[in-house]
């Protein structure tokens, strides 16, 4: 009977010591990505004459979120055709290079984590929008697994700090900023219902200069991110004052940045696409 017991015993210690080990790589992976190969051939593009150039670029190596990216991918190609934009969607780094780049109306990093450029290719993309060209990122591209400070400082101006784990989707109104640019905002009804995984941040991106479009009540989600054994910092919220969605001038160029979109049901939501759609469509006057 004891040796059952401890037979048991061990068992259990076994599982938990595993579970503790797959949780700590997870973690891991989602603050740091993996190491990956950065690529650096470039790709034969046509560009069409008289159509602006998007390039949406969906590489993560950090954690993945494939519902959302493959979601994305059609509807984008819907605006594209919509607007008259050429699209190019990739995820290859191969493409960041001045000469391409430069081809560019705006690159957006769609639901890209972790490292996913090199260092070459990072400058590449940093001098291609303080010369005029637009970055934009829709949720993950705003998570604390790129490690770059000019990013950070100039597509989010804030730091990822968690999202909220029970539970980790909430429904809760969309609120426009009163200060927010018409034309990024026009045709989407105020306010707007929206369900998402709400990114919380340490920082309030308005305090460093960024211009908020879209805000949600803090104070009507459950914001506590906390996970056992893991984090037990992470039960507080940014307050009533909870940007969602913003944007500013860069240099010549411009950065547009929202933490929706994270899984594949936002793409169902016509006012958060029609946000990506006027979004873009600001990044390209």
Request: proline fraction near 5%.
């Amino acid at each position: 009977m004891k040796k059952v017991v401890k037979i048991l015993l061990w068992s259990i210690l076994t599982i938990i010591v595993l579970l503790g080990g797959a949780m700590s790589i997870f973690v891991y992976k989602v603050k740091n990505g993996f190491p990956v190969s950065y690529e650096t051939e470039s790709p034969k593009i046509n560009f069409p004459a008289n159509q602006p150039a998007v390039l949406l670029f969906s590489k993560s190596t950090g954690f993945r979120h494939s519902g959302s990216i493959d979601a994305s991918k059609p509807i984008v190609a819907d605006l594209a055709k919509k607007n008259g934009w050429f699209l190019y969607e990739t995820e290859e780094g191969g493409v960041f290079n001045a000469e391409q780049l430069a081809k560019f109306k705006v690159v957006i990093f769609n639901n890209s984590t972790g490292r996913v450029l090199n260092d070459e290719q990072q400058k590449a993309l940093e001098q291609y929008v303080e010369n005029g060209g637009s970055l934009m990122g829709i949720h993950g591209a705003g998570d604390n697994s790129h490690h770059w400070d000019w990013y950070v400082q100039n597509l989010l101006g804030a730091e990822f700090s968690h999202h909220p784990i029970k539970p980790q989707f909430q429904k809760t109104d969309v609120l426009v900023d009163a200060k927010a640019d018409s034309s990024i905002t026009a045709q989407i009804p105020q306010p707007w219902s929206h369900t998402d995984e709400w990114y919380v941040f340490f920082e309030n991106p308005r305090k460093k200069g960024f211009n908020i479009l879209y805000t949600i009540n803090g104070e009507t989600i459950i914001p506590n991110g906390n996970i056992p054994l893991l984090a037990s910092d992470k039960n507080f919220g940014m307050g009533k004052d909870h940007p969602v969605a913003w944007c500013k001038q860069i240099g010549k160029g411009k950065t547009f940045y929202t933490s929706m979109g994270h899984d594949e049901s936002v793409w169902n939501d016509q006012n958060f696409v029609k946000l990506i759609e006027n979004g873009i469509n600001w990044t390209m006057k």
